[in-house]
T-cell receptor, first 121, second 114 residues
Framework: GAVVSQHPSWVICKSGTSVKIECRSL??????MFWYRQFPKQSLMLMAT?????????EQGVEKDKFLINHASLTLSTLTVTSAHPEDSSFYIC?????????????????FGPGTRLTVL | AQSVTQLDSQVPVFEEAPVELRCNYS??????LFWYVQYPNQGLQLLLK??????LVKGINGFEAEFNKSQTSFHLRKPSVHISDTAEYFC????????????FGSGTRLQVQP
């Protein structure tokens, strides 16, 4: 089945530093990847849509200069939290959309990574 | 734009009992519907999806869901739950065109008791 990995699984950093999170689709090509943020006991909130070879599309209220997204290849997207502060502490989850055509139809499904727990001190 | 409502934030149930987790959606266009499960400190795992065709969809771990267009619902069911089914369940919707970003419901915590 489709597998998406994230690295690191958890990270602790000091306030003011930058943190990069990688999201990889391991066995399929993903022209579109999504980045979500999840606060404790809450649902997932879409932060941005990452498209291979083009600029990311950010949701309203998400600072694009703070959350830098790069989608350099069909299997890799990165999220960099710049000048992190304690309020950026959260669980960040990526997903990759498998829009490929299988016999009989499209899979058109998002597969999620295991998430990255970011703690900013 | 789409929206998803999961009516129950928590559902306690005894082991081997049946369960239904409710999901209603709102959309002005045709949609795809999904159920995901999340275990503590993990990402989301796809349980099942409705893209088209038969309105009764069977997924992994014995779960199934029925798409009801007239009631704009996509309720998740399992005839007999196990302790291991204890987790957070999210219903999600996306339009069948465009960038296909998912809109999630607020989640339902299924707590299976022995």
């Amino acid at each position: 089945g489709a597998v998406v990995s994230q690295h690191p699984s958890w990270v602790i950093c000091k306030s003011g530093t930058s943190v990069k999170i990688e999201c990889r689709s391991l066995d399929f090509q993903a022209t579109t990847m999504f980045w979500y943020r999840q606060f404790p006991k809450q649902s997932l909130m879409l932060m941005a849509t990452s498209n291979e070879g083009s600029k990311a599309t950010y949701e309203q209220g998400v600072e694009k200069d703070k959350f830098l997204i790069n989608h350099a290849s069909l299997t890799l997207s990165t999220l960099t939290v710049t000048s992190a502060h304690p309020e950026d502490s959260s669980f960040y989850i990526c997903s990759a959309r498998d829009g490929g055509l299988l016999a009989g139809g499209s899979t058109d499904t998002q597969y999620f990574g295991p998430g990255t727990r970011l703690t900013v001190l | 734009a789409q929206s998803v409502t999961q009516l129950d934030s928590q559902v306690p149930v005894f082991e081997e009992a049946p369960v239904e987790l409710r999901c209603n959606y709102s959309s002005s266009v045709s949609v795809y519907l999904f159920w995901y499960v999340q275990y503590p400190n993990q990402g989301l795992q796809l349980l099942l999806k409705y893209l088209s065709g038969s309105t009764l969809v069977k997924g992994i771990n014995g779960f199934e869901a029925e798409f009801n267009k007239s009631q704009t619902s996509f309720h998740l069911r399992k005839p007999s739950v196990h302790i291991s089914d204890t987790a957070e369940y999210f219903c999600a919707v996306t339009s069948d065109t465009g960038r296909r970003a998912l809109t999630f419901g607020s989640g339902t915590r299924l707590q299976v008791q022995p």
